[in-house]
């Protein structure tokens, strides 16, 4: 089946270090590619998406490419500040047709200043 | 309106009680769903509906119902529930065709 494997962490960075968290995934075809973010006590949030070979997704900094080949979406982020502290899931959705959307593990995040 | 709200954020209940969970969104999304997320874990899928009839229940105890009663509202029916099943219970729905889910901000369910 569908799965998604992303670095567990934890991670710890100083304020304005370069961020990378790498995801990997397995689906047939071509699956469409999220990162989602949560912030303590909250839910889920969309932080930026691709649904097809060599999109970039953008947002609030944060960059993933949709790699086809290597089967990656590897978030990056060139200089990290103390609010982006939160748990980052990388996620997909299959081509298949089916609603479902497999996480991976998540990534906790911690910013120092 | 773009966004998913869920009703209450808080609840603590106890085995023999009856609650109800409440999730609405007003952006025309014809698929909505249910996760269980526990503390340090990915959100796993509990149900989901499609034009508001159920299209996948993962194996879900039956003292979890949902029900769908029009294409804004989606509720989570509790009874007889154990403590393992204190969670974050989070709604989200979506544009049909694999599009991004919006999630809600969660009900914090305790079991005593």
């Known amino acids: 089946g569908d799965s998604v494997t992303q670095m567990e962490g934890p991670v710890t960075l100083s304020e304005e270090a370069f961020l990378t968290i790498n995801c990997t995934y397995t689906?047939?075809?071509?699956?469409?590619l999220f990162w989602y973010v949560q912030y303590p006590g909250e839910g889920l949030q969309l932080l930026l998406k691709?649904?097809?070979?060599?999109d970039k997704g953008s947002n609030k900094g944060f960059e993933a490419t949709y790699r086809k080949e290597t089967t990656s979406f590897h978030l990056e982020k060139g200089s990290v500040q103390v609010s982006d502290s939160a748990v980052y899931f990388c996620?997909?959705?299959?081509?298949?047709?089916?609603?479902?959307?497999?996480f991976g593990k998540g990534t906790k995040l911690t910013v120092n200043p | 309106d773009t966004e998913v709200t869920q009703t209450p954020k808080h609840l603590v209940m106890g085995m023999t009680n009856k609650k109800s969970l409440k999730c609405e969104q007003h952006?025309?999304?014809?698929?909505m769903y249910w996760y269980k997320q526990k503390a340090k874990k990915p959100p796993e899928l509990m149900f989901v509906?499609?034009?508001?009839?159920?299209?996948i229940n993962e194996s879900v105890p039956s003292r979890f119902s949902p029900e769908c009663p029009n294409s804004s509202l989606l509720n989570l029916h509790l009874h007889a529930l154990q403590p393992e099943d204190s969670a974050l219970y989070l709604c989200?729905?979506?544009?049909?065709?694999?599009?991004?889910?919006?999630f809600g901000p969660g009900t914090r369910l305790t079991v005593l």
């Open positions: 689906a047939t075809g071509y699956p469409s």
């Open positions: 996620a997909l959705n299959s081509e298949g047709g089916s609603e479902k959307l497999v």
């Open positions: 691709a649904t097809k070979a060599d």
């Open positions: 989200a729905s979506s544009p049909p065709l694999r599009d991004s889910a919006f």
């Open positions: 509906y499609s034009y508001e009839k159920l299209s």
């Open positions: 952006m025309g999304h014809r698929a």
